[in-house]
């Protein structure tokens, strides 16, 4: 749904006067619109004109507005305990809607796990799925990239707010909103933070009907967001190489991901995501380092 300016705007009230967390969630499931009319009701004119302003700027720059109690809000986020009461959105929003995968891993990824990146988003994108990922350096670039680069479609779950989003230099001629979508749960204007990266984490599991791990460490946001996978009971798919698989995949993989060894298991694995549970058999060909 394309909101009136003005129904933007008094959302935009709403999540300046209350957040954008579990508490105006609850309320607007309560109260509904209700709540943005109260909110605007209480506010003097220069305050609405700006709230006005702010969201003829984000209608002019293609970005909407999705509230938890619309329609076109995508049910996969309602199993987060966190589920974002408002996405702001840029691009194809059908995407939300489609059956994607969730790839992950470090900033500071080896040239292993770029080339085991671009393998798995090629992948995905051509079993017709999009790439769900966070357009973070390292991983999550490589794998929007990878998928697009295949004509397949790519969700980008920003870490901030959805103004601060600007198109990566590598992405230059290669990002085409007909096939990519970008979202954010935050307000328009809030800066990067780590918490603000780990709670995006949790909206790329719930997006995805599993999340691949291409090299987790012994902490921070991959793992993290392996584990929020697991804790809401989506399949996590984690890639063990022949040398040495990282720490924080091992650590997944002893916590009930699914260990993936060639790009033709993936392949195999993807289309029965929703059945997985357990380890699976490694292939008698190479693993993810190995040229097959």
């Not at 990239?145 to 295949?150: D, G, S, V």
């Not at 809401?232 to 991901?257: C, K, Q, Y």
């Amino acid at each position: 749904m394309t909101l009136g300016l003005e129904s933007f705007a008094m959302q935009l009230a709403v999540i300046d006067s209350m957040g954008a967390g579990v508490r105006v969630r609850r309320s607007l499931e309560q109260e509904g619109d209700e709540l943005a009319n109260t909110i605007w009701g209480k506010l003097n004119q220069p305050d609405r004109d700006s709230f006005l302003k702010s969201a003829h700027e984000l209608d002019d720059a293609g970005i909407s507005l999705i509230a938890v109690i619309d329609n076109e809000y995508p049910s996969a986020l309602l199993d987060l305990p966190s589920a974002p009461p408002f996405l702001f959105v840029k691009g194809n929003a059908e995407l939300l809607r489609t059956p994607g995968i969730g790839m992950c891993g470090s900033r500071h990824v080896s040239d292993r796990g770029i080339g085991a990146a671009q393998t798995c988003g090629g992948e995905v994108a051509r079993l017709g799925m999009p790439v769900v990922s966070g357009y973070a350096q390292g991983v999550d670039a490589t794998t929007h990239l990878a998928a697009l680069a295949a004509k397949g479609t790519t969700v980008i779950v920003l870490a901030e707010g959805i103004r601060r989003f600007r198109i990566k230099q590598a992405f230059r001629g290669q990002l085409d909103f007909d096939r990519t979508v970008v979202i954010s749960q935050f307000a328009p204007d809030q800066r990067w933070s780590v918490g603000g990266a780990m709670t995006r984490n949790g909206v790329i599991a719930a997006l995805s009907q599993a999340l691949v791990v291409i090299e987790a460490g012994p902490t921070g946001g991959t793992l993290n967001a392996g584990r929020q996978a697991l804790g809401i009971n989506r399949p996590v798919l984690t890639l063990e190489f022949s040398d040495s698989t990282p720490e924080g995949n091992r650590i997944l993989l002893r916590e009930g991901a699914v260990g993936v060894h060639t790009p033709r298991e993936l392949t195999a694995l993807l289309p029965r995501v929703e059945r997985l549970s357990g380890p699976v058999q490694p292939a008698q060909i190479g693993l993810f380092d190995t040229p097959e």
